[in-house]
């Protein structure tokens, strides 16, 4: 149990002390495909859940530490489409080896923004030029107690504009408390600590280089014991407290109302508010509110529904299928298609 202590601490310190290096890096992070829900039960969940200890394989890009027994040979099959002609996946398989509690997943996500013209100062149409972004995933996560597992997810990520590209390494560490007889699960996560490798751009003859979109995160989640329904609660960008985007980059007042936002929004603003439908255990339905999206994303005098997000699931004889649906801003939803399966029935063991 000391030994169990000790491990927690040590990966807490490390938590707080890559938190405190990244403080000064909000409102100037790129790579923000490292941030996309590519799963639907992460779409309809709004981009929290990190607290969830599901069988669902696809969670655990976003809290390594949920891996476990129950996705052990599941593999996991995601697309969006994202926005107008941008389409994601992702692709992900996992393992749990032996009788030590030591689990491995890996995998790949992508985004596609399509092709685009390539078009001379003159105007003159020179043919066409594509955009990826492309990141793997190596994942481990370990049982330290009986209700406490941790994991990271190591994640090189390419970038490939037309003829520049770029690259560089992600992780992600996280840790997972669950207590079935409770209900109860809890989970904090550090994402996207790294660096990229080398820039698109040099200026005075020295590389420019972009940070990451890292993001500490605490999820909260608990079913009623007599009742389907489980509630669930994440906190986002806990390194900091102002995410107004123009006072973050260019250090000014100006918000998208141009108007000081109330501390209490702001507050709100780190805040994705869960609720799930579990009438039974092979069927559940999810709806989601993220303030800050909604505040970013909505239009002075239209109504917008820009913030909310829904889905639901299915799972018969061991295969589960999962939809989501986000809306981001008036006339614009991202829909997203999952499918899990367990590898015994294919005669993988």
Not at 15 to 29: D, E, F, H, N, R
Not at 105 to 125: P, T
Not at 137 to 142: D, G, I
Not at 284 to 292: D, E, G
Request: charged share 15%; glycine share 8%.
């Amino acid at each position: 149990m000391k030994k169990t202590k000790h491990k927690l601490i040590v990966l807490l310190c490390m938590v707080v002390m890559q938190s405190t290096i990244l403080w000064a890096q909000s409102g100037t992070q790129s790579f923000l495909f490292l941030d996309l829900p590519y799963s639907a039960k992460h779409a309809a969940l709004g981009g929290g859940g990190v607290s969830l200890y599901d069988d669902n394989l696809s969670l655990a890009l976003y809290n390594p530490a949920t891996l476990s027994e129950k996705t052990h040979n599941m593999l996991s099959l995601n697309y969006a489409n994202y926005l107008k002609d941008v389409n994601m996946g992702a692709v992900t398989y996992a393992r749990t080896i032996g009788e030590t509690k030591n689990h491995i997943a890996f995998g790949v996500n992508f985004l596609d923004y399509g092709k685009f013209q390539r078009v001379s100062e003159e105007d003159l149409i020179l043919g066409t030029f594509s955009a990826k972004d492309i990141a793997l995933n190596l994942l481990y996560a370990r049982d330290i107690a009986p209700c406490l597992s941790a994991g990271v997810n190591l994640k090189p990520f390419f970038s490939f504009y037309d003829r520049y590209h770029t690259a560089g390494m992600a992780f992600d560490i996280g840790i997972n408390l669950h207590l079935e007889k409770a209900n109860f699960n809890a989970a904090l996560v550090a994402r996207n600590i790294g660096w990229q490798f080398g820039g698109f751009h040099s200026k005075d003859g020295v590389t420019e280089h972009e940070t990451l979109p890292f993001d500490l995160q605490l999820g909260l989640s608990e079913k009623l014991p007599h009742a389907p329904f489980r509630f669930s609660l994440t906190l986002h960008h806990l390194q900091r407290f102002r995410l107004d985007y123009e006072r973050a980059v260019t250090g000014s007042s100006l918000n998208d109302d141009t108007q000081e936002i109330k501390v209490g929004d702001m507050l709100f603003r780190h805040t994705i508010w869960t609720v799930e439908i579990l009438p039974t255990s092979y069927l559940h339905f999810a709806i989601s509110y993220n303030h800050r999206r909604h505040a970013e994303m909505r239009v002075t005098g239209i109504k917008s529904m820009a913030g909310f997000s829904a889905g639901a699931g299915i799972n018969i004889r061991n295969i589960s299928v999962d939809f989501g649906v986000a809306s981001y801003q008036v006339g614009s939803m991202s829909y997203n298609v999952s499918v899990a399966f367990g590898m015994n029935d294919w005669g993988v063991k």
